[in-house]
């Protein structure tokens, strides 16, 4: 049988007229598109219904399957007691998920479970389902939690659970469970930010077109400015539909709150060879990274290779030759830093110079950086062709005694107390403020806020 359907969702508890008291008239298309995809869902008269939630247990490196029987929840926490629901749980498909996840390095399973109470994210679109008619004692559910892995990953456990109900012969619906941008008004409880309505109208054209590609090639950057919440609730999904034949429909978008409800419902007309779109992503990140590397210029190249080096054959790099006499003749400290897939893989760098050259203090940040840096276990070799590589050289850093000679774009930022010193870099996303950067800095160094301070401040030169 394996997936029927599939719908995007979100979960706004205001919606639910115990708890919104009136103000969920105020998204009364997004309550008629709810009602509308969940009366589809019932008809389709599913044995299982799969719900991807951005608050069940979540995990960096881990997708959490509920296990247990079953479990129940209640809207308390929104003041509305009364919304008070239980769910049954597929064992079998739970169990037979964790196994195939297990076996194909997927990290899923049932393991680390914090607490079994429903979450918000999954008991709003189970009390629509319930309300178009659903039978909760007749069918079952899995609640599945999203990760901090990559889009890729999320797309293969997609995949692995669309084999297991194929597997089962189960009729199967996929609720991917999750709001849009969180910052679309000044008054709105989370703020404004321009990427907030730049993610909502692009994830939605997404969705509305069943154009899965462009999805899992989202804008990272973008994304978490956006402050989104269900974007891996729909990598998963696009896995699920993976090869499938899609007609996407976009039900309805409102922002009315200061965050976006989007609701998209995908028909399943049997199969499309050519929506196979983690090949398609894995070409694409191929020629990405190809081209990448055309565009590197000397000192990023020798970061690249500095690293590429250590961790393939352990050694440090001898130092090429024809290099530019700047990276030869000249001393700087240089910070390293490493993304992949839009997030920070690494950093390590030097406030002053340390060896005899910006060569030598290249080589030892990026070996620093890929293998030293606490917050993050070592690069491996599998992931060198992923890895975005920025070498910032450092300017003498200049004394400063307030705060408003620092410019979070131009200039980066020395704290010192008493020995200890703490350094951020200028121009990094999410740090929009002086006030921010300092504070930042003062924590690297852990200096506590109420501590005085000396400052510095100091321009770098930045390659990609």
Not at 10 to 32: D, M, R
Not at 124 to 152: H, T, Y
Not at 324 to 346: C, I, Y
Not at 398 to 422: A, H, P, Q, S, T
Request: net charge negative.
């Amino acid at each position: 049988m394996s997936i029927l359907a599939a719908v995007v969702v979100p979960h706004p508890p205001i919606i639910l007229p115990e708890v919104g008291h009136g103000e969920e008239e105020k998204i009364s298309a997004t309550t008629k598109a709810y009602q509308d995809v969940m009366r589809r869902v019932v008809k389709l008269d599913p044995d299982t219904i799969i719900i991807t939630s951005p608050h069940t247990v979540l995990y960096a490196d881990y997708f959490h399957i509920s296990p247990s029987e079953s479990a129940r929840g209640d809207m308390t926490q929104f003041r509305a007691p009364q919304v008070d629901l239980t769910i049954n749980y597929d064992t079998e498909f739970v169990q037979k998920l964790s196994d195939l996840a297990s076996n194909e390095d997927v990290p899923a399973g049932t393991m680390g479970e914090r607490s079994p109470k429903l979450d918000h994210g999954t008991m709003i679109p189970v009390r629509f389902l319930e309300q178009a008619g659903l039978d909760l004692d007749k069918v079952k559910f899995l609640r599945i939690g999203l990760s901090g892995l990559n889009a890729e990953t999320h797309y293969k456990f997609g995949q692995e659970i669309s084999r297991v109900a194929d597997e089962l012969g189960r009729r199967v619906v996929f609720v991917a469970s999750g709001d849009l941008s969180h910052k679309l008004k000044d008054d709105g409880p989370y703020g404004f930010v321009t990427e907030g309505p730049q993610f909502d109208e692009q994830v939605t054209k997404i969705l509305g077109a069943g154009n899965f590609l462009q999805l899992l090639t989202m804008d990272q950057k973008m994304c978490n400015r956006a402050a989104e919440c269900g974007l891996r609730s729909f990598w998963i999904m696009a896995g699920a539909l993976d090869r499938k034949s899609v007609k996407a429909e976009l039900l309805s978008y409102e922002g009315t709150f200061g965050v976006g409800y989007g609701i998209v419902w995908f028909d399943i007309n049997g199969e499309d060879d050519g929506r196979n779109f983690d090949v398609q992503l894995a070409k694409l990140k191929k020629y990405e990274s190809i081209k990448r590397k055309e565009r590197e210029d000397a000192f990023v190249k020798l970061a690249r290779l500095s690293l590429e080096t250590f961790v393939k054959k352990h050694k440090i790099v001898a130092l090429p030759e024809n290099l530019p006499d700047e990276l030869t003749t000249r001393r700087a400290g240089a910070f390293v830093s490493l993304h992949k897939d839009g997030d920070l893989r690494g950093c390590i760098g030097t406030i002053a110079p340390t060896t005899d050259s910006i060569a030598q203090e290249i080589i030892q940040n990026a070996i620093s950086a890929c293998s030293r840096d606490p917050r993050f276990s070592p690069v491996e070799e599998n992931e060198l062709d992923d890895i975005e590589y920025s070498v910032d050289i450092l300017g003498t850093p200049e004394r400063i005694f307030k705060i408003e000679d620092l410019d979070v774009k131009k200039y980066g930022v020395i704290v010192e107390n008493k020995g200890r010193r703490g350094l951020l870099l200028p121009d990094l996303e999410g740090v929009d403020t002086p006030d921010q950067q300092i504070r930042i800095a003062m924590r690297k160094a852990n200096i506590p806020e109420n501590e005085s301070i000396d400052l510095w401040r100091f321009e770098v030169i930045r390659h990609h």
